[in-house]
């Protein structure tokens, strides 16, 4: 099959213009050594933004004679790029959106490397290390904006859903844009695009020229979750985990849409984290919501928290079902006593630091089959450390179903194996089995293929 493609050279606009000559000798070593792979990958994925894949192996594959170089100018540097896919051009020029984000992957990847990653400022091994290093790359990237009063919605859910439940997700976002509200989601398809879409609709009847369309994602998830060009602020966090404490830190509130294992992992991810006892007091909204149709699976989450982590987990969220307005009232005014509780306390309105995150939240988890098969899924667990390794369970069906090397040890050496408790394994297989019935594990019209088994 013919994918049609461009070849090009672009300027950055703002402050990559300005490297000193050492910065963009290091940004060649770095781009041309080890890093090349995950700049390449995510560059193509941001070029292929709008497409309707969400396989990063086939991806990587379509695309497989695309090159992006960094060049030497004397007034900064240019990107040299080949074999870009067509659908990210106007008549010969790039879409300024995905112009912008591919200048975000290089100041993200790159950036990160250098600054965070091989800095021995950071200690990574311990919480305090790195929250720390999540708001220096949030800073970096310019996200994070004193002097504004909260107004942040965090938006999760699926990138495969219906058009049903996608024009639903519109319809939220158009609610929360008419009450001066901003929008962050994972920026890719789906239910990660269409509060963004709604949003937008909303912030220009309101005349609201600044608002906010922030996308928070990581190299490994980037190729099957293509940033959608209405981002104007996209974030590459190094790995799941610290795109996870990235949501939690930035955003004022949380609504969560219909989703499959990744949406899964985020509540329980949210859900670990408010459990722990030194969280009990803090306010943060979080809304479970979709249209009518969407009723049955919202009961399905809902039993599947209230068997495994207890009635205590249910009481942080509220479900409402078809009902846009509600939603934005709801998320309105929990957002104006997370502004209260802040103000009180004299807390920041830009990066929630008065949240405890445990280390098992932040270490980064592998999903290897080794991994995946020593989890420890029992009863007798702290609630929120089962929260922690139930995160981690979903987190490996989320990589065996769509992230490049997940899809890859599958090939090789079979599905996932899950072992626990069976009074936490029922409900995780019974939940697993609706999310594919439901078509919530890939894009419809694709065979899915489970890429784990649970063992009883």
Not at 26 to 47: E, H, I, T
Not at 253 to 269: H, K, Q, R
Request: hydrophobic share 40%; glycine share 10%; net charge neutral.
């Amino acid at each position: 099959m013919e994918h049609h493609v461009v070849d090009t050279q672009i300027s950055p606009e703002g402050r990559l213009e300005i490297l000193s000559k050492a910065e963009v000798a290091k940004l060649l070593d770095s781009s041309q050594g080890g890093l090349y792979q995950v700049f390449r990958n995510c560059s193509l994925a941001v070029l292929n933004s709008g497409s309707t894949l969400d396989d990063g192996k086939e991806l990587l594959e379509r695309y497989a004679a695309f090159d992006i170089s960094i060049l030497q100018r004397e007034r900064g540097i240019k990107l040299d790029i080949k074999g870009a896919p067509a659908s990210a051009f106007v008549d010969g020029k790039m879409i300024k959106g995905i112009h912008e984000h591919l200048f975000a992957v290089l100041r993200d990847i790159i950036y990160v490397n250098d600054e965070i990653l091989g800095n021995p400022r950071f200690d990574l091994a311990t919480t305090e290390g790195v929250t720390d290093s999540v708001f220096h790359i949030l800073r970096n990237a310019g996200v994070l904006r004193p002097m504004t009063n909260p107004n942040l919605v965090v938006c999760w859910g699926g990138h495969s859903i219906s058009r049903e439940e996608y024009d639903y997700t519109k319809k939220v976002g158009y609610e929360l844009g008419l009450r001066a509200l901003d929008i962050c989601t994972g920026c890719g398809p789906g239910a990660m695009k269409g509060p963004m879409k709604g949003a937008t609709i909303a912030h220009s009847k309101q005349r609201i020229a600044n608002g906010r369309y922030l996308g928070i994602t990581e190299p490994g998830i980037i190729a099957a979750e293509s940033p959608n060009p209405i981002v104007n602020d996209l974030v590459i966090m190094p790995d799941i985990e610290k795109r996870l404490e990235a949501f939690v830190r930035v955003g004022h509130g949380i609504v969560v849409f219909p989703g499959g294992a990744g949406t899964a992992e985020e509540i329980l991810y949210l859900l670990g984290i408010l459990l722990h006892p030194d969280n009990a007091h803090i306010p943060f909204p979080l809304i479970f919501t979709g249209p009518a149709t969407a009723g049955e699976y919202f009961e399905r989450i809902d039993q599947f928290i209230g068997r495994t982590l207890g009635p205590q987990a249910q009481q942080r969220y509220k479900i409402i079902v078809d009902d846009p307005v509600a939603v934005a009232r709801e998320m309105h005014a929990g957002i104006r006593q997370v502004r209260e509780f802040r103000k009180e306390r004299s807390d920041a309105y830009y990066f929630n630091w008065g949240l405890r995150i445990d280390p098992e939240f932040q270490r980064p988890f592998h999903p290897s089959h080794e991994n995946m098969r020593n989890l420890h899924l029992h009863k007798n667990l702290e609630t929120h450390l089962l929260a922690a390794n139930l995160r981690r369970a979903f987190s490996g069906v989320v990589a065996g179903n769509v992230k490049d090397q997940g899809i890859r040890a599958i090939e090789q050496y079979g599905p996932f194996e899950i072992h626990g408790d069976t009074s936490i394994m029922e409900p995780m297989d019974a939940l697993l089995a609706s999310f594919v019935a439901q078509h919530r594990m890939k894009l419809p019209g694709k065979q899915y293929n489970p890429c784990y088994r649970v063992i009883r």
